[in-house]
T-cell receptor
């Protein structure tokens, strides 16, 4: 299971607390993504980054923030403004640009729960 | 933007039966359609994909068909085995807005009973 590493596997957040989920890849991929997975909701895009120092909001960016200071790393911060953060978070990476054939390589995920 | 509908949400079959999962998409500019399999507790992984210039693609027991006119595509699994039990996600990718970001369906939980 090399390629994309997410940590921690489980994370607990207290009321009003910001927490940061780590995502590191050694695939030399330009693009990285964060998805939120809820039962019956599929994979919903939070943020994505095509190159270092640049990132774009996805469909559900409110209450989240990201940074892309290094090609290998794309951490996601779940802020206190995210009122329903309990979910499974998946990080992914891909070659960019590669036309429409954007194959996503996923990490093993972080399960975030609220205390 | 793109919208992908996936059905059914749950599919229960007996070992050896066939399983079909269907997806529809809304953006006619989408031209790449991957399928991902997520086994329990594991990461999603690409299992098969199809481009819009192809109508069907097969890989051993799995196949994908695409009807561009009707804007729907399907995953077919023949001779199902217990290890096929997983959640399957379809996705549609196009150049909408200049970015090639996949839009995923909500997933189908496939249960294969021995």
């Amino acid at each position: 299971d090399g390629g994309i590493t997410q940590s921690p596997k489980y994370l607990f957040r207290k009321e009003g607390q910001n927490v940061t989920l780590s995502c590191e890849q050694n695939l030399n991929h330009d693009a990285m993504y964060w998805y939120r997975q809820d039962p019956g909701q599929g994979l919903r895009l939070i943020y994505y980054s095509q190159i270092v120092n640049d990132f774009q909001k996805g469909d559900i960016a409110e209450g989240y923030s990201v940074s892309r200071e290094k090609k290998e790393s794309f951490p996601l911060t779940v802020t206190s403004a995210q009122k329903n953060p309990t979910a499974f978070y998946l990080c992914a990476s891909s070659i960019w640009p590669n036309g429409a054939k954007n194959i996503q390589y996923f990490g093993a995920g972080t399960r975030l729960s609220v205390l | 933007g793109e919208n992908v509908e996936q059905h059914p949400s749950t599919l229960s079959v007996q070992e050896g039966d066939s399983a079909v999962i269907k997806c529809t998409y809304s953006d006619s500019a989408s031209n790449y359609f991957p399928w991902y399999k997520q086994e329990l507790g594991k990461r999603p992984q690409l299992i098969i994909d199809i481009r819009s210039n192809v109508g069907e693609k097969k890989d051993q027991r799995i196949a994908v068909t695409l009807n561009k006119t009707a804007k729907h595509f399907s995953l077919h699994i023949t001779e199902t085995q217990p290890e096929d039990s997983a959640v399957y996600f379809c996705a549609a990718t196009g150049a909408s807005g200049g970015s090639y970001i996949p839009t995923f369906g909500r997933g189908t939980s496939l249960i294969v009973h021995p």
